[in-house]
């Protein structure tokens, strides 16, 4: 291939990215919903550009990024009930049996009713909650935070944020509380997962002024535009993790086997929610991560590809 082909290749992969105007967004969300947008579009140029720069050498595994949403859930008012300790734990000692490392988006705080914005109710972490956290991190779990309580703001499920809306001056207040709480217990995150994945644009360099990467997903569309996986934005990693990778087990294997079979080579985001998997006594789960723990890289690893990127840009 010549050098004028491979970046012909190449510079799709490499395009200059900004946040697309209200309209743009807009159109976006609509071009997704329709298919025209999709995981394929962040997949097809990332291959083509990989194929262009390392010609046979170009195929390898993915390397899947698995993140999970979230630990306490954010409608476990009672630690002890059918979404609390005890729930996680089995799917943490299932993910720890097959060796597949995770992030895990946490709460610093349980709202006794996250769906209604007029209530504003909340609790700290109980002792069980906080040494389930504990165990996660000597564990390997990459711990996320997952805002400060996953109250929406907003009653309309197709607006639901606890950060769309803030001023610049709420939001670092709200970011600053939740980061506190969690370090007063020895936790410092360094990822930040996105509460329902929506958030403005506009705070996206508060975000990168205190997280290294930021998640989001289809939701966060509307508010940032559709953007590659992974890909610096406004001096951070953003890390949205779109369908077919985001969902059930059960949805997601199809779409983990063909990634396998292509040898893409790809950061793979994919997202969980331990939650869902419990419907099916996480018999779809444990099929997953059979096939996918080989493949699964430790956050840690990508982290610090994140940072040697970070000092070679600087």
């Not at 190449?10 to 995981?39: D, T, Y």
């Not at 899947?64 to 476990?76: H, T």
Request: aromatic share 10%; charged share 20%.
């Amino acid at each position: 291939m010549s050098a004028s082909d491979a970046a012909r290749h190449v510079q799709p992969a490499l395009r200059h990215i900004v946040v697309p105007k209200l309209w743009g967004r807009a159109l976006e969300r609509v071009l997704f919903e329709f298919g025209a947008l999709s995981w394929r579009s962040v997949e097809a140029p990332i291959v083509a550009a990989r194929r262009a720069l390392l010609g046979d050498n170009a195929p390898a595994p993915p390397r899947f990024l698995i993140r999970v949403d979230e630990f306490p859930n954010f409608r476990a008012w009672d630690p002890d009930g059918e979404l609390g300790v005890g729930a996680f734990e089995r799917f943490h000692e299932i993910t720890m049996s097959a060796s597949a490392p995770y992030l895990l988006a946490a709460l610093p705080f349980v709202s006794r009713d996250p769906l209604d914005p007029a209530r504003n109710e909340r609790r700290q972490l109980s002792e069980s909650e906080l040494a389930m956290l504990a165990r996660l991190a000597s564990d390997g779990v990459e711990l996320a935070l997952h805002g400060r309580d996953h109250r929406t703001r907003f009653a309309s499920a197709h607006r639901r944020s606890e950060l769309c809306g803030l001023s610049l001056e709420e939001t670092e207040a709200l970011l600053d509380e939740a980061l506190a709480e969690l370090r007063a217990h020895g936790l410092s995150p360094s990822v930040f997962v996105a509460p329902y994945n929506r958030f403005d644009a506009h705070q996206l360099p508060l975000l990168a002024q205190r997280f290294a990467v930021v998640c989001g997903g289809v939701e966060s569309i509307g508010t940032v535009g559709f953007q590659s996986s992974p890909q610096w934005l406004c001096g951070t990693v953003y890390l949205p993790s779109y369908p077919p990778f985001y969902g059930t087990a059960e949805e997601i294997l199809p779409a983990a086997k063909a990634q396998i079979e292509a040898q893409t080579g790809m950061w793979v985001p994919l997202t969980l929610h331990w939650q869902w998997e419990t419907r099916d006594a996480f018999e779809a789960l444990k099929e997953l991560l059979a096939l996918i723990a080989p493949m699964s890289a430790p956050w840690p690893e990508f982290l610090a590809a994140v940072a040697r990127s970070s000092r070679l840009a600087s």
